[in-house]
């Protein structure tokens, strides 16, 4: 058509390397971008649910909106995400527990990333359990290896009648953490059952790493020792080598 044109308000570029959000629907305010799965364990649900339904069970504390993620036993939320570039992310939420009764709360929450077809997990963290019945911020830095779409998940991890109430679940592009400053002098021992969490990207040197009273030299990492450590970072033991005597 001759002379046709069109009329373009509030343009806005934005580089790939911006901290644009990844997540859709992050707050649940509707029940886009998000599948759950509730079909894990035999006391299990994940669904979105109001803030103002249940109260008396649940608690009053509110994050934001309307909305947010019930996780109970095993229930589990994922979202297929699109990263732009490898590299370094940032994955944020809010989180608490049923207000009720203790009973139904401490239920540890996994953060893990996967291939689309639910192949390749590669565990981002795992809170501690979650006690509080106000809501209170989590963050875990984790490495995407290339630019594509992937899965984030989010599940308890109890096979009991135990909730947790997610919102606000955010994923941005993150600066690579500068490594802690920690004395190279330090040693650190990670009993059977906890996590080392190195949320950093780069090597810290140390003294002395034990997990689960074994020594470990060398590097230290998540994807060498996966049920003690999490996390994109690296500590680095020098091997103290091997002395054999001869009687």
Same mark, same amino acid.
């Given at each position: ?112 990333? +996967?291939? %689309? ?8 963290? @795992? *809170?501690? /359990?979650?006690? !509080? ?83 470990? +030299?060398? %590097? ?8 003690? @450590? *999490?996390? /994109?970072?690296? !500590? ?12």
């Amino acid at each position: 058509v001759a002379n046709a044109g069109l009329q373009i308000d509030e343009v806005e570029l934005v580089p790939i390397t911006s901290d644009a959000e990844l997540v859709v629907n992050g707050g649940f305010e509707t029940a886009d971008g998000w599948v759950f799965d509730k079909t894990q364990g035999t006391n299990h649900n994940a669904t979105r649910y109001q803030y103002s339904a249940g109260a008396q069970w649940f608690g009053t504390s509110r994050y934001e909106g309307e909305y947010y993620l019930m996780l109970t036993g095993l229930g589990i939320a994922t979202q297929d995400v699109y990263f732009p570039e490898g590299g370094a992310y940032r994955l944020s939420f809010h989180v608490c527990a049923r207000a009720d009764n203790v009973q139904y709360r401490n239920n540890p929450l996994k953060l893990w990333w +996967s291939k %689309t077809d639910g192949s390749d997990v590669h565990e981002i963290a @795992v *809170t501690r /359990p979650i006690a !509080a019945t106000e809501f209170g911020g989590y963050s875990y830095l984790f490495k995407i290896p290339q630019e594509g779409t992937y899965r984030i998940g989010l599940s308890g991890t109890v096979d009991k009648d135990k909730t947790d109430r997610v919102d606000g679940v955010s994923i941005r592009r993150a600066k690579e953490s500068e490594v802690p400053e920690i004395s190279p002098e330090t040693s650190l021992e990670v009993a059977t059952g906890a996590k080392l969490n190195l949320d950093f990207a780069g090597t810290l040197q140390l003294k002395e790493v034990r997990l689960g009273g074994r020594r470990r +030299s060398g %590097t230290i990492s998540a994807a060498r020792f996966p049920d003690y @450590v *999490t996390g /994109p970072g690296e !500590a680095y033991v020098e091997p103290s080598g091997l002395s054999i005597i001869f009687r």
